[in-house]
């Protein structure tokens, strides 16, 4: 039948501007993808687009041709595929070789549905800034729209029975011209405040956005997953260390004894403060060492340790503190008195006079620690 397919100027639109209850589920039927039209706006500059929505019946035209469901998805997928244009009008079969009048509107998206038993053909398009269709529309002016291509089929009492068509443009017409049930049931500020495609994003299932927008999915799924690899590769320093601080403290509690169920801070602690006792102890006893190399008597001894200060003893070497310790030998006088009186001794007593009194030397520490010398009178 391919020989047989004609220019057809076929199907008319009584284009209704009313915007019924149809038009939001007309928005959500007919979804387009906001990247083509962020291109497209960004290339008109069009800070109000408009996007006219059409619903179009098969069945018998007033023409007489016959659209069957087949032809309306056929139709559909024509549109979604070569993005036709719409024209205020039909472009001449003579000048068809040639003419290039101002598009209007460009089609965009197109699809099918059951309602009733029979299929339904929604369109959604996009005027262009500056066409006169945007004010036809808006005034009334004119409410209609037909297809134009090239179609084939046979006729059969009457009506032709159309098989085949290859859309060319869908355009723009005047008013009163008889056609198929159809209408603009919405004209859409897409993707704008009030328009029936503005949604609550908080409301949308993932289902849903990924329906209507699978390009900001993508880019949210991208930027999770960076987001991610950047917070483990944050992450995994500080649990390699906390992993070694765990190690650490198993260790300690079986070097130390320390049962899992203690504090372990607090056992530290008990272990280092046992240890300082014993520092301390074991350098008293170098201490005591070194002063008993040149201090005979026990009491002398005593004495003598008093006077050593021994946190300025802490931290030398065995070589060191003996040096330490002999440098106070020879430079500290209570030291030197404790040693030359205690070393030598009191003298003995005797008789002085006519026997009602005894000298004799005696020796004191007084409480200075000096020692002091004197007679007693007895």
Same mark, same amino acid.
């Given at each position: ?187 859409? %500020? *897409? /993707?704008?405040?009030? =328009?029936? #495609? &503005? ?6 299932? @993932? ?103 021994? %946190? *300025? /003893?802490?931290?030398? =070497?065995? #070589? &060191? ?6 440098? @106070? ?50």
């Amino acid at each position: 039948m391919a020989d047989e397919m004609q220019n057809f100027g076929l199907l008319d639109f009584d284009a209704t501007m009313e915007v019924s209850e149809m038009a939001a589920d007309a928005g959500a039927i007919v979804q387009l993808d906001p990247s083509r039209v962020q291109q497209l706006t960004e290339a008109t500059g069009d800070e109000k687009p408009q996007f006219p929505i059409l619903r179009v019946e098969g069945g018998t035209s007033g023409n007489g041709n016959h659209w069957s469901d087949e032809i309306l998805r056929d139709v559909a997928e024509q549109i979604n595929k070569e993005e036709p244009v719409a024209y205020l009008g039909h472009i001449k079969p003579e000048d068809d070789g040639y003419a290039f009048p101002e598009p209007q509107t460009i089609w965009l998206k197109a699809v099918t549905r059951d309602e009733g038993g029979k299929t339904v053909l929604y369109v959604k398009g996009y005027n262009f800034p500056q066409a006169k269709i945007r004010e036809y529309l808006r005034t009334g002016v004119t409410r209609v729209a037909s297809w134009r291509g090239k179609a084939a089929g046979p006729v059969m009492g009457g009506v032709r029975y159309i098989k085949e068509f290859k859309l060319e443009s869908f355009d723009w017409s005047r008013k009163g011209k008889q056609g198929m049930n159809a209408r603009v049931v919405a004209l859409a %500020t *897409e /993707m704008q405040e009030g =328009s029936e #495609d &503005d949604v609550e994003i908080g409301k949308l299932t @993932l289902t849903e956005l990924q329906a209507a927008n699978p390009s900001l999915v993508d880019l949210i799924k991208a930027e999770g997953k960076k987001e991610t690899e950047a917070t483990i590769s944050e992450m995994e320093p500080k649990v390699e260390a906390a992993d070694k601080a765990e190690e650490t403290f198993k260790k300690l509690r079986d070097v130390l004894g320390i049962d899992e169920s203690a504090d372990i801070v607090q056992a530290v602690g008990d272990v280092v403060e046992q240890v300082e006792n014993v520092s301390k102890k074991t350098l008293m006893e170098k201490i005591g060492e070194v002063v008993a190399g040149k201090v005979k008597g026990d009491r002398a001894r005593s004495a003598v340790l008093r006077l050593v200060p021994v %946190t *300025e /003893m802490e931290g030398k =070497s065995d #070589d &060191d503190l003996k040096s330490a310790v002999e440098a @106070l030998f020879d430079s500290d006088e209570d030291i030197k008195a404790i040693v030359t009186e205690m070393e030598g001794g009191a003298g003995p007593l005797r008789h002085t006079g006519s026997g009602d009194r005894m000298t004799g030397s005696e020796s004191k520490v007084g409480q200075s620690g000096m020692v002091k010398t004197g007679t007693t009178k007895l």
